[in-house]
């Protein structure tokens, strides 16, 4: 079945960017999510690339894909101590499914 | 960002009791989605609603769960007899086209 990888941590220094990782298995997937989830609280949608996109850019988020190797990356530029949270990223399976397939969750920590 | 409704945020409950989680998604949407997230582990698909009928639904998602649609705009997940194990966040979503909100979801605790 489908599979999503991310590492469960990631630790950066305030003002610095933050890349965040994600692989996955699913070669038909047609749109790939990344979410932000708080202490406590539910999932805010960020991000999501269509799968025919390599980049898509909105304000301090970057999202990079590489459909070759089944590779997402999530940059956040300019990383504030309000960006702490477990980022997700997710993927849709193809055409008449709207199911998503969710990674693990990476824990980013930003170091006043 | 469009809104997604879930009640109630939190919800202890003891085994072998029936909970009902209530949601009310975007509306004129007519796909709904549940999902669970085990405290520590991933966020997991359960069941979707499609037109007032299941579309899809996981392994997880067994004889226990039932989701209905009461109305024009609420849609509930029911648990029939808790587990110590169904102690988890639920979560509803209201995918469009291209984009999936999710509500803030309930947490679950089963004592």
């Known amino acids: 079945g489908e599979d999503v990888e991310q590492s469960l941590f990631l630790s950066v220094r305030e003002g610095d960017s933050s890349v965040i990782n994600c692989t996955y298995t699913?070669?038909?997937?047609?749109?790939l999510y990344w979410y932000k989830q708080e202490p406590g609280a539910g999932l805010q949608l960020l991000t999501y690339?269509?799968?025919?996109?390599d980049m898509k850019q909105d304000q301090r988020l970057t999202v990079l894909l590489n459909k070759k190797d089944k590779h997402l990356s999530l940059r956040i530029a300019d990383t504030q101590t309000g960006d702490s949270a477990i980022y997700f990223c997710?993927?849709?399976?193809?055409?008449?499914?709207?199911?998503?397939?969710f990674g693990k969750g990476t824990k980013l920590s930003v170091i006043p | 960002e469009p809104e997604v409704t879930q009640t109630p945020s939190h919800q202890v409950t003891q085994m072998g009791q029936e909970v009902i989680l209530r949601c009310v998604p975007i509306?004129?949407?007519?796909?709904f989605y549940w999902y669970r997230q085990i405290l520590g582990q991933k966020v997991e698909f359960l069941v979707s609603?499609?037109?007032?009928?299941?579309?899809?639904k996981s392994e997880i998602f067994d004889d226990q769960f039932s989701v209905e649609r009461p109305d024009g705009s609420n849609f509930t997940l029911k648990i029939r007899s808790t587990k110590l194990e169904d102690s988890a966040m639920y979560f509803c979503?209201?995918?469009?086209?291209?984009?999936?909100?999710f509500g803030q979801g309930t947490r679950l605790t089963v004592v």
């Open positions: 690339i269509f799968s025919n996109m």
């Open positions: 997710a993927e849709r399976a193809g055409a008449g499914s709207y199911q998503l397939t």
């Open positions: 979503a209201s995918p469009t086209q291209d984009m999936a909100f």
């Open positions: 509306s004129n949407h007519l796909y």
């Open positions: 609603f499609y037109n007032n009928e299941i579309s899809e």
């Open positions: 699913d070669s038909s997937s047609t749109y």
